[in-house]
């Protein structure tokens, strides 16, 4: 039986991934906290760099189960596979991604997979335009291009619980009602 927590927080760009897993690290005990940002090779040949990067990490979670350690990831292989799909890289991911899910579903943690989302999409203006957002390669940071990611999310949030729900808590949470009210929410989800 599970005594650790692993969550993944997901989102497009500008949808609070940054400042809630940051909440979550010093709000929860003993929880690790992790922030990939994938390979920045987008040719064929980044796929198997990519590959090897998450099979290597999938890896060193189960080797961490049932260690009374939580662990939160601020992207994971999910990122890699909606990249892909919005054509951001030159080679797909969906079988690789399909395998990952099936493998952390199977990991004896208590498992929380949260799309973070904007229902109103014009607050990504605002939020991308801060200073002190960090650059992507590959995500422009233009609402357009938030709101493509976010519809992509979204998708993956339902087909993440349409697969592994039973075993895979899945949450979609609206960032727009400010940050004390998404604390909240997150909270409320992991308590």
Same mark, same amino acid.
Request: charged content about 30%.
């Given at each position: $039986?599970?005594?650790?927590?692993?969550? +993944?927080?997901?989102? @497009?760009?500008?949808?609070?991934? #940054?400042?809630?897993?940051?909440?979550?690290? /010093?709000? +929860? @005990?003993?929880?690790?906290?992790? =922030?990939?940002?994938?390979?920045?090779?987008?040719? @064929?040949?980044?796929?198997? &760099?990519?590959?090897?990067?998450?099979?290597?990490?999938?890896?060193? +979670?189960? &080797?961490?189960?049932?260690?009374? *350690?939580?662990?939160?990831?601020?992207?994971?292989?999910? #990122?890699?596979?909606?990249?892909?799909?919005?054509?951001?890289? !030159?080679?797909?991911?969906?079988?690789?991604?399909?395998?990952?899910?099936?493998?952390?579903?199977?990991?004896?943690?208590?498992?929380?997979? *949260?799309?973070?989302?904007?229902?109103?999409?014009? !607050?990504?203006?605002? =939020?991308?335009?801060?200073?002190?957002?960090?650059?992507?390669?590959?995500? /422009?940071?233009? &609402?357009?291009?938030?709101?493509?990611?976010?519809?992509?999310? %979204?998708? $993956?949030?339902?087909?993440? !619980? !349409?697969? /592994?729900?039973?075993? *895979?808590?899945?949450?979609?949470?609206?960032?727009?009602?400010? %940050?004390?009210?998404?604390?909240?929410?997150?909270?409320?989800?992991?308590?």
């Amino acid at each position: $039986m599970a005594n650790s927590k692993l969550i +993944i927080v997901e989102g @497009p760009q500008g949808a609070g991934k #940054t400042t809630i897993t940051d909440f979550i690290r /010093h709000k +929860i @005990p003993y929880t690790n906290l992790y =922030r990939l940002s994938g390979s920045s090779d987008s040719s @064929p040949s980044g796929k198997s &760099k990519s590959v090897e990067m998450y099979t290597d990490l999938l890896d060193y +979670i189960e &080797k961490l189960q049932n260690k009374s *350690i939580n662990l939160l990831f601020d992207r994971t292989f999910f #990122t890699e596979a909606i990249y892909c799909r919005l054509g951001f890289k !030159e080679f797909t991911y969906d079988e690789e991604f399909d395998m990952y899910l099936d493998r952390l579903a199977s990991f004896d943690f208590d498992i929380y997979y *949260i799309t973070l989302y904007l229902s109103d999409t014009d !607050e990504f203006e605002v =939020r991308l335009a801060r200073d002190d957002k960090a650059i992507n390669k590959y995500a /422009h940071f233009s &609402k357009e291009s938030s709101v493509n990611q976010q519809n992509a999310y %979204l998708k $993956m949030a339902d087909e993440v !619980e !349409e697969k /592994h729900g039973d075993t *895979i808590k899945v949450f979609k949470v609206d960032t727009c009602g400010g %940050l004390e009210e998404t604390k909240k929410k997150i909270l409320e989800i992991l308590s």
